[in-house]
C-alpha cells in the first residue's frame, strides 16, 4: 500500500515554508510512517516531550486529509472567486464564476500522486500570501 503522509522531504518543505507543525496529525520514526492518535488531542510538540527519553528521532507529517482540511476552501481573486476542487485527476483551484477570456483554473498541483499536488499547492498558496497558517 501506498504510503498516505507527506515525505521527509515534503515535510521539510512544508515547515520551511511556515507550516506549523503542530498541525501534524502524524509522525515518522526515520522512514517508517506512524500514525499516532495522540498527536491530534496534543501536538506533536507534546509528542516530542513524551518520547524524549526514546533514542528514535520523531518527524511531523501530514496526510492528505488533513493537508485538503488545512487548506482554504476559497480564494479570492481579481475577477473570480476560486473554489478548491481535490479529485483523482488533481488538485486546483476552479473559478466560481467563469468568465470569457479569464483564467479559469489557479494554483494547479503538479506531481506523481496526491500528497505531491497538494504540497505544491500549498506552496503555491504560501507564496501568493492565500494561505493563513491556523
Not at 511531523?60 to 486529509?65: I, M, Q
Amino acid at each position: 500500500m501506498k504510503d498516505c503522509f507527506t515525505t521527509l522531504e515534503q515535510s521539510a518543505k512544508l515547515i520551511e515554508l511556515g507550516l506549523d507543525i503542530c498541525t501534524a496529525d502524524g509522525y515518522r520514526n526515520g522512514k517508517n510512517p506512524t500514525i499516532a492518535r495522540t498527536i491530534k488531542d496534543h501536538g506533536f510538540n507534546a509528542l516530542l516531550k513524551r518520547k524524549k527519553a526514546t533514542k528514535d528521532k520523531l518527524y511531523p507529517c501530514w496526510s492528505a486529509l488533513r493537508l485538503i482540511e488545512l487548506m482554504p476552501p476559497v480564494v479570492q481573486g481579481f475577477i473570480s472567486d476560486y473554489r478548491l476542487v481535490v479529485n483523482r485527476d488533481g488538485v486546483w483551484y476552479e473559478a466560481i464564476q467563469k468568465k470569457p477570456g479569464y483564467n479559469h483554473f489557479i494554483y494547479d498541483g503538479e506531481g506523481d500522486d496526491i500528497i505531491a499536488k497538494l504540497v505544491d499547492v500549498i506552496e503555491m498558496l504560501k507564496k501568493n500570501n492565500d494561505f493563513q497558517n491556523e
